[in-house]
C-alpha cells in the first residue's frame, strides 16, 4: 500500500513540473497535493501496530535490528519492515516410527505444546525463520520419541505410559530449549501407540491364553472346594453315627430309640395292636432312667 502511494505522488509531482506554463495555476495545485500526499505516505508508512501476543522483527534493509512489543511502533519507511512471530501457547502434532527394545516396529502422534521466548524471538528468526516447527520441532520429536521408545519393550510401552509420557516430556524441552522454544509444562501427550499386526495378534493370543488359564484355575479351585466339602460332610455323618452307634451301645441306648422314634413319628398311634404287631413300645421302660450297676 505504501509504495502505491508513493508511486502516485511521484507521478503527480512530476506532473506538476511538466505541465506547459499556460497551466500554472494548475501545476501549482498538483504540486502542492503531491507533497501533501507523500507526507501522508511517509507518515503512514512509519506507523507498524504488532496485534496482541505477537512480537514483531524489526529488519533493516533485511537484517534483524530487534524486536517490537505489541501495539503501536514506528518504523523508518522503506529502509525498514517488520516480521510478526506469534509467541502465544500453539500446538504442533507430529507422528514418529521407533523400534521397541524387543525390535517391534511403533508408531506414535505426538502433540506438543510450547511458546517462543518473547525475548530472544529476534534470535529464533535470525538463526532457523518463521518455518522453525518443520525445522526444529518435528525432527525433535522424532529423535526424542526413537531415542525413549528404544528402552521399552512394546509391552512396557503400554503398561508403563504415564513414564514413557514424562521421558519424553523432559529430554523435548531441553532440545527446544537450545532454541529458544519453551515447551509447556506437561506439554507433551502421547494421543496414540499403534503396533505392528503380528504383534497385535500376538497379544491377543496372549490374552486369550490368560483368559483361559484363570477359566481353568476357578474350574479347578470350585472342583476342590465342592471335594473338600463333600468330605467334611461324609466325615461329619460318619461322626455322627459313630456317636449314636456308642450311645446304642451305652446304657443309654434306650433314650437314644426313643428320640429316633420320636422324631419319625407322625402323630398317629397305630389301628391294630396285639400278638405279631411290634409296633407296641413299653413306653415306661424307654423313659425311666438306665440302671446303675
Not at 209 to 233: D, G, N, P, R, S
Not at 255 to 266: A, H, I
Request: overall charge neutral.
Amino acid at each position: 500500500m505504501t509504495l502505491i502511494l508513493t508511486a502516485i505522488t511521484f507521478v503527480m509531482i512530476l506532473a506538476g513540473f511538466t505541465l506547459p506554463h499556460e497551466q500554472a495555476g494548475t501545476k501549482i495545485a498538483i504540486r502542492i497535493s503531491g507533497f501533501i500526499l507523500l507526507i501522508i505516505t511517509l507518515c503512514w508508512g512509519s506507523y507498524y501496530s504488532v496485534p496482541a501476543g505477537h512480537r514483531g522483527v524489526l529488519l533493516q534493509f533485511g537484517a534483524v535490528k530487534g524486536t517490537m512489543s505489541e501495539g503501536a511502533n514506528f518504523v523508518i519507511p522503506y529502509a525498514q519492515s517488520v516480521e510478526v512471530m506469534e509467541v502465544r501457547t500453539q500446538k504442533e502434532s507430529a507422528k514418529a516410527s521407533a523400534a521397541s527394545r524387543d525390535l517391534q516396529t511403533v508408531s506414535a502422534s505426538v502433540a506438543v505444546n510450547y511458546h517462543i521466548d518473547p525475548a530472544t524471538v529476534g534470535v529464533l528468526y535470525k538463526n532457523v525463520g518463521k518455518e522453525f516447527s518443520t525445522r526444529i520441532i518435528d525432527p525433535a520429536v522424532q529423535e526424542t520419541v526413537k531415542a525413549v521408545v528404544a528402552q521399552y519393550t512394546a509391552e512396557e510401552l503400554v503398561s508403563k505410559r504415564q513414564d514413557v509420557k514424562a521421558q519424553i516430556d523432559n529430554l523435548l524441552s531441553d532440545r527446544l530449549s537450545r532454541y529458544n522454544i519453551i515447551v509447556e509444562p506437561g506439554g507433551v501427550s502421547l494421543t496414540n501407540f499403534d503396533f505392528s499386526d503380528e504383534f497385535n495378534r500376538a497379544i491377543e493370543r496372549k490374552q486369550v491364553a490368560q483368559q483361559t488359564a484363570e477359566q481353568q484355575k476357578y474350574e479347578l479351585q470350585k472342583a476342590k472346594l465342592e471335594a473338600e466339602t463333600a468330605i467334611a460332610t461324609a466325615e461329619g455323618r460318619a461322626k455322627a453315627a459313630r456317636i449314636e452307634a456308642e450311645a446304642l451301645n451305652s446304657q443309654g441306648g434306650n433314650r437314644v430309640l426313643m428320640k429316633q422314634f420320636l422324631e419319625k413319628w407322625d402323630g398317629k398311634l397305630p389301628t391294630v395292636s396285639g400278638s405279631g404287631q411290634s409296633m407296641i413300645f413299653d413306653m415306661k421302660s424307654l423313659m425311666d432312667p438306665p440302671s446303675k450297676k
